[in-house]
């Protein structure tokens, strides 16, 4: 059986999920949960096999609480993603955290038991379709460096001193890391890249 903990904060959302699952024998949802505090509680409290998140944002919240589960535990939980659409950059972050499967309110009910069953067999189920286009933007070396620059507040003129370059080939450089990432500013860039990975 399954020890199974739904973590969402739209109750609604939660109790939907609480719907599809309570007649299934191998699943066994010990609680529901709408806030940090009361999941902080649950891992300490709960050898939790099973966690469902709904409305997945990959906010640094969720995403901790992703990190204990996966890290502290003997036997690492299993962790399922359902949300109401479909979106690339969400998708991109649950599965470059380690998230197990990202499903949507479309699946049936039988498809989702069956999906997190699979997941609890040790699958990871994604839609190919999106991890398609979900993929990691690849960043040169220099450009890496140059992102980490800009992630401790340096402007284009101290960028340019601490490589010894000009100012406009740093502005060349961040106008490509911009494209890439899919970025309209500087900020939003940096945002991107801990997201996903790219910068820690």
């Given at each position: 059986?399954?020890?199974?903990?739904?973590?969402?904060?739209?109750?609604?959302?939660?109790?939907?999920?609480?719907?599809?699952?309570?007649?299934?024998?191998?699943?066994?949802?010990?609680?529901?949960?709408?806030?940090?505090?009361?999941?902080?509680?649950?891992?300490?409290?709960?050898?939790?096999?099973?966690?469902?998140?709904?409305?997945?944002?990959?906010?640094?919240?969720?995403?901790?609480?992703?990190?204990?589960?996966?890290?502290?535990?003997?036997?690492?939980?299993?962790?399922?993603?359902i949300n109401s659409s479909m979106n690339v950059s969400s998708i991109h972050v649950?599965?470059?955290?380690?998230?197990?499967?990202?499903?949507?309110?479309?699946?049936?009910?039988?498809?989702l038991l069956e999906t997190l069953i699979q997941v609890m067999k040790g699958k990871?189920?994604?839609?190919?379709?999106?991890?398609?286009?979900?993929?990691?933007?690849?960043?040169?070396?220099?450009?890496?460096?140059?992102?980490?620059?800009?992630?401790?507040?340096?402007?284009?003129?101290?960028?340019?001193?601490?490589?010894?370059v000009s100012k406009r080939t740093i502005e060349h450089h961040i106008s490509s890391?911009?494209?890439?990432?899919?970025?309209?500013?500087?900020?939003?860039?940096?945002?991107?890249?801990?997201?996903?990975?790219?910068?820690?």
């Amino acid at each position: 059986m399954y020890n199974t903990v739904v973590f969402g904060k739209r109750a609604l959302f939660n109790q939907l999920i609480i719907n599809y699952l309570q007649n299934e024998s191998s699943v066994l949802v010990t609680e529901t949960v709408a806030n940090l505090e009361a999941m902080y509680e649950a891992i300490n409290c709960k050898q939790i096999s099973l966690l469902v998140m709904t409305e997945f944002e990959g906010t640094w919240c969720e995403l901790n609480v992703v990190s204990i589960l996966k890290k502290n535990q003997e036997n690492p939980a299993k962790i399922a993603v359902i949300n109401s659409s479909m979106n690339v950059s969400s998708i991109h972050v649950a599965h470059s955290h380690g998230i197990d499967a990202f499903i949507t309110y479309e699946s049936t009910p039988r498809e989702l038991l069956e999906t997190l069953i699979q997941v609890m067999k040790g699958k990871m189920i994604y839609p190919s379709s999106l991890m398609n286009q979900a993929h990691t933007p690849v960043l040169t070396p220099k450009e890496k460096e140059i992102l980490l620059q800009i992630a401790e507040g340096k402007t284009n003129k101290e960028i340019s001193n601490e490589f010894f370059v000009s100012k406009r080939t740093i502005e060349h450089h961040i106008s490509s890391i911009l494209s890439k990432m899919n970025s309209k500013t500087r900020v939003q860039a940096v945002v991107t890249a801990l997201q996903q990975g790219i910068l820690y």
